[in-house]
């Protein structure tokens, strides 16, 4: 009867509620974006900062010639071979760095010192190394999204409860076993926020390795804008980065939810 009398109360208190706060939040975040950058722009009358409007014009322009989609198809693959290379050897070097004391002895010194100096002041060795083309491009990726999932990694993997482990190997699990079956789903939870922001800065990688390395992709057309002062030209290029970003971003926690499907809901934050 308890349990009754709380879900009517608790229906009783939802249909009390302003109907403004059942709105969905992200729509009307946009909504109220798209609005401030519509209305700053026709107030300020800068070159550089026009109407949302106009920069959806200059979108549609450029979408119908063929220039987005042919840029963009190159960008995507500077980014899926970046960031494939850095997912592959983040989860490696990161879950080696947690498990063994020695190897985070090693590379730990590397790992933070590459993660905080500036990814971009490598371009020039990667230019003179590996020439103007996509292997430079796929090297500032790599170096962007890389020490960030590393470091998540190994965190996470130091994080595992000594339990599990102590009780896996009483059951006569073996060094892989323990390390595939045990410690990597127990810190897949921080391992896939590791791999969220590593996407984020993969996109970020592409975008400079394009404009500062080979002027090729989505990079060549934001620099072709830039030259032209095409501010409309510049921020439909940026619109596009950022969609490209949001549906990396929404893959990858795609792929979360699927891996993470044990944790409790509460823990994940969900109420």
């Known amino acids: 009867m308890s349990a009754l009398a709380e879900r009517r109360g608790a229906a009783r208190g939802g249909r009390g509620r302003p109907s403004w706060r059942r709105l969905p939040a992200a729509p009307v975040s946009l909504a109220a974006a798209a609005a401030a950058w ?6 300020s009358d800068a070159s550089f900062f026009p109407p949302l409007s106009a920069v959806v014009r200059r979108l549609a322009d450029m979408a119908s010639s063929g220039l987005i989609f042919s840029s963009l198809r190159d960008s995507l ?19 080696a760095m947690g498990r063994y004391r020695k190897v985070e002895a090693a590379l730990g010194v590397y790992v933070y010192a590459l993660l905080t100096a500036p990814s971009l002041v490598f371009a020039p060795i990667f230019f003179s190394l590996l020439g103007e083309g996509r292997g430079s491009i796929v090297a ?37 076993q323990l390390m595939l079956r045990v410690m990597l789903p127990a ?20 975008i400079n390795g394009e404009m ?20 409309a030209g510049v921020l439909a290029v940026l619109l ?27 823990t994940r934050g969900n109420r």
């Open 38 to 43: 519509e209305l700053i722009g026709r107030l």
């Open 77 to 95: 693959v500077n980014l899926v071979l970046g960031f494939a290379l850095s997912l592959v050897a983040g989860l490696v070097v990161g879950a």
């Open 140 to 176: 500032v990726v790599v170096m962007y999204a890389m020490f960030v999932i590393v470091i998540n990694t190994a965190s996470a993997i130091q994080s595992v409860p000594a339990h599990l482990v102590e009780m896996a190997r009483s059951y006569g699990a073996g060094e892989t």
């Open 187 to 206: 810190a897949a939870p921080m391992i896939m926020a590791g791999v969220r922001l590593g996407v984020g800065r993969a996109v970020t990688g592409m």
């Open 212 to 231: 500062f390395i080979a002027v090729v992709g989505l990079g060549r057309v934001v620099t072709q804008a830039g030259g032209r002062f095409d501010g």
């Open 240 to 266: 596009v980065i950022i969609a490209v970003a949001l549906g990396a971003v929404g893959l990858v926690q795609a792929v979360d939810r699927r891996l993470t499907r044990w944790v409790p809901q509460v």
